[in-house]
């Protein structure tokens, strides 16, 4: 990193809430524990339950662990902001929240194209999908996932430290985003904005419209089903991973693609707080309750659970 002036960068978050700073700060808790909880109990469910072991659930295992490590690198230290009307973090730290935060978004977008080829295998071409998508192949794709989300962030997160950076040393959002870090530099970003926007098209771009290209067939194959109950059959299979790419790119695009200029910073915060906040904790509600297959492995962990606790309250009252 280039030698700069700033040590240490003040987050405004949320200014001048007056009496909300409570609700909200309990709001966001709330969502913080269930978030975490959601997602490891899916990761829990596809774990340990026999009737979770196919490609699409150990797919959603690894959309959840992304979760998880964007909920744990921005939510922490964003209730802190609220609660103290802002916080101090160092220029290392916030490079380091941004490199994570880069890493969970490329890792989700990754994982929400694996899993629209999934379906466009298991709806379009049934007879090949036990052949294409074995549990070698799976974990090839999602190794290959992980570590091109991780190199991509550490390209563009090493070109950000080189620049030079001397102030102002305040950032008027909540967590350590690109444009704001980049806004801190005293030097020519064009670099590193080139970057960015190079990055930007295998980790969003092309998936995007890989994702479109799936759902094109599989649209097309569903339509020549003749029955009405194997059309909803065959759609309902893939409407929750639709849902989800709807939330996730479309939050996306409203924050970096649509234009800026107008735009008030609070409305900037709300919607970075739809896909680093919202996104995550929506996930495992999308998927476990529009999903029979979950629900039914979480009831047979209830039932088997309660039925061990009933039977261990009866021997220690005998």
Not at 20 to 29: I, N, Q, R
Not at 98 to 106: C, D, G, I, K, L
Not at 155 to 169: M, W, Y
Not at 174 to 189: G, H, K, N, Q, R
């Amino acid at each position: 990193m280039h030698k700069s002036n700033l040590s240490t960068i003040i987050l405004l978050g949320f200014q001048y809430m007056g009496n909300f700073k409570v609700p909200f700060f309990t709001l966001l808790l709330v969502i913080y524990c269930v978030t975490l909880g959601g997602n490891f109990l899916i990761i829990t469910l596809v774990s340990y339950s026999k009737n979770l072991q196919s490609p699409m659930y150990f797919f959603l295992t690894q959309l959840s662990i992304s979760d998880i490590m964007l909920t744990i690198d921005i939510v922490p230290n964003m209730l802190h902001t609220v609660l103290n009307d802002g916080a101090t973090i160092s220029l290392t730290g916030c490079i380091t929240q941004f490199y994570f935060f880069v890493t969970s978004e490329a890792s989700e977008s990754f994982l929400l194209t694996v899993m629209s080829y999934d379906r466009y295998l298991a709806i379009c071409k049934p007879l090949h999908y036990i052949y294409v998508m074995n549990s070698t192949i799976c974990l090839k794709i999602i190794v290959i996932s992980w570590l091109l989300s991780f190199f991509a962030s550490l390209i563009l997160t090493f070109i950000l430290s080189q620049l030079p950076f001397c102030g102002p040393n305040i950032i008027d959002h909540f967590f350590c985003d690109f444009t704001p870090i980049v806004e801190l530099s005293c030097s020519d970003t064009s670099l590193v904005q080139m970057v960015s926007t190079f990055l930007c098209i295998p980790s969003i771009i092309i998936p995007i419209f890989l994702i479109m290209f799936s759902y094109t067939y599989i649209v097309l194959s569903i339509s020549k089903i003749s029955s009405t109950t194997g059309r909803w059959r065959s759609f309902s299979t893939c409407s929750s991973h639709l849902t989800v790419v709807s939330i996730f790119y479309g939050t996306l695009i409203a924050t970096y693609v649509l234009p800026h200029k107008g735009r008030l910073l609070i409305m900037n915060k709300l919607l970075s707080m739809l896909y680093s906040v919202f996104t995550p904790f929506f996930n495992p509600f999308i998927y476990s309750l529009r999903n029979k297959d979950i629900k039914e492995a979480l009831l047979k962990v209830m039932y088997k659970y309660s039925g061990h606790y009933l039977t261990k309250s009866k021997m220690q009252i005998r």
